[in-house]
């Protein structure tokens, strides 16, 4: 049984109390986690408020901050195979890509290593006679994040990255579904050599930690990767403190197939985007749409891959999907199912969890053409996809933008053109076109309704992580004018 600590203040603490973490391959328990509650969130947040504005890190400059960010980076990038065999074993993704995936992180954190001393201000040309007016970019301040199951390294790495080169501290609350690879992060944190205080990280449940640290008086930006009804709760706390918030919620994100694309291209990055994660990724292109002349056989294609999957244990490297992460996320993808069949969506592949110790759910696709099926509008979070299919480039793009969600895309053809109007057409903040799920540090990632707000990647990541100081100097040594002496 191992046992993992909150990091606060540059020491590892036990919270208030502990709690169990389910592996989700066996259902069994393999670690006690520590719970942290109002108390802790209050000791990490006060913390943070020092090193921001008393600490060493408050004197240090821009470039000494990218130095560290280099130490972080080239330590994950060592420790890469450990932090992923935690990843596999408290949240259920595969070794193969929890191995590859944290060998990427590393970049990121060289990415905004890089991009710390060049976050600049600005001189403006002002209007006034005898006067120089200024813009200083300042750390926004103490930042909370919280961050969910899935893909937590990656996830945190887009959020600490940024607010690091922008000057800020953080108190990081990892998932309770999973929080030990980022637990064991902060490890790293401190051999890096970052000041006590500067990053924090806690985990515990919602109501007695995530809503602590979202309200706290000390916070002044909350960064929020979730669901949309979490995310409102996490809206409504920040009311207390008037907190800036960015919000990444996931999506129902299309992935649109026409007649003239390369289909076996197209199956591919179909498979890759609905079924790599077991599907429990914001992007995850859960929606296909397809034009019906090749529906058919686009579909046959898919099921012979998706039936050929190896469903198995995360940490076999022949493993290519791997359980849910919990039990109730494996029961709420076989409600959905049910529902969605009952509702008249016919059942292609798939469908049943599968028997066993751990949280299984096969590849499943579900033909939901002419049905209004409640998987066409409902995030799985879970290896499932729901098809339809239509006549007309009008028709795919209404099909697409009726969500809620509007955070990725996906477009396979080879009409240069119809690309381009599509690229303009689509309601999301991302879209692929004959790839999908491509990501770098130097491209921004983020969604439109409710799939959030805010932008995760690139340099507009770095600036929503500061806020603009107005300086006005005066050149003239004439004494200013008694405004109340009539001349």
Not at 184 to 209: D, H, Y
Not at 448 to 468: I, P
């Amino acid at each position: 049984m191992q046992r993992f600590q909150s990091y606060i203040d540059g020491e590892f603490v036990d919270g208030e109390a502990r709690f169990p973490s389910i592996d989700p391959a066996t259902g069994k328990v393999w670690a006690e986690m520590p719970e942290a509650r109002e108390s802790d969130v209050d000791r990490a947040v006060s913390a943070a408020e020092t090193a921001l504005y008393d600490g060493p890190w408050s004197k240090l400059t821009a470039t000494q901050r990218g130095k560290l960010l280099y130490k972080l980076a080239d330590l994950v990038a060592a420790n890469a195979q450990k932090l992923a065999e935690l990843e596999t074993r408290d949240t259920g993704k595969i070794i193969r890509e929890t191995s590859a995936q944290i060998a990427y992180v590393a970049d990121y954190y060289r990415y905004y290593a890089g991009l710390s001393d060049k976050i600049e201000g600005a001189y403006l040309p002002i209007d006034k006679q005898d006067m120089d007016v200024w813009l200083r970019r300042e750390p926004i301040g103490v930042v909370a994040m919280v961050v969910p199951w899935n893909s937590q390294l990656f996830l945190s790495a887009v959020k600490i990255g940024p607010a690091l080169a922008a000057g800020c501290t953080m108190v990081v609350k990892a998932s309770e579904d999973g929080p030990a690879p980022l637990l064991e992060f902060a490890r790293l944190v401190r051999e890096a050599g970052f000041p006590a205080g500067v990053v924090n990280i806690i985990t515990g449940f919602g109501p007695s930690c995530g809503s602590a640290l979202s309200r706290h008086p000390k916070v002044a930006h909350i960064a929020f990767t979730g669901g949309p009804e979490t995310a409102r709760h996490v809206v409504r706390n920040s009311a207390e403190n008037l907190a800036s918030t960015s919000l990444e919620l996931g999506g129902k994100s299309p992935f649109i197939v026409f007649a003239d694309a390369d289909l076996e291209s197209a199956a591919n990055a179909q498979v890759a985007g609905i079924f790599a994660a077991t599907g429990q990724s914001c992007v995850a292109g859960s929606r296909l749409i397809v034009e019906r002349s090749v529906k058919d056989k686009f579909l046959a294609m898919l099921k012979a891959k998706a039936e050929a999957i190896r469903v198995g244990i995360p940490s076999d490297m022949a493993t290519e999907v791997g359980p849910l992460a919990t039990r109730r996320q494996q029961d709420h993808v076989a409600a959905l199912v049910d529902r969605s069949v009952e509702s008249g969506a016919r059942l292609v592949s798939g469908g049943r969890r599968l028997d066993g110790d751990g949280f299984y759910f096969p590849p499943t696709i579900l033909d939901c053409d002419g049905v209004a099926s409640p998987s066409l509008a409902e995030e799985f979070f879970g290896p499932v996809l729901s098809v339809v299919s239509f006549e007309t480039e009008a028709e795919a793009l209404q099909l697409a933008n009726d969500t809620r969600y509007g955070l990725a895309s996906g477009v396979f053809t080879q009409n240069l053109t119809r690309a381009h109007r599509l690229m303009k057409g689509l309601r999301a903040g991302v879209v692929w076109v004959n790839t999908y799920r491509a990501v770098s540090p130097i491209a921004p990632f983020g969604g439109f309704g409710l799939s959030g707000h805010g932008r995760e990647g690139g340099l507009a990541a770095a600036l929503d992580y500061t806020r603009t100081k107005t300086i006005w100097l005066r050149t003239s040594d004439d004494p200013i004018p008694d405004p109340f002496v009539m001349r």
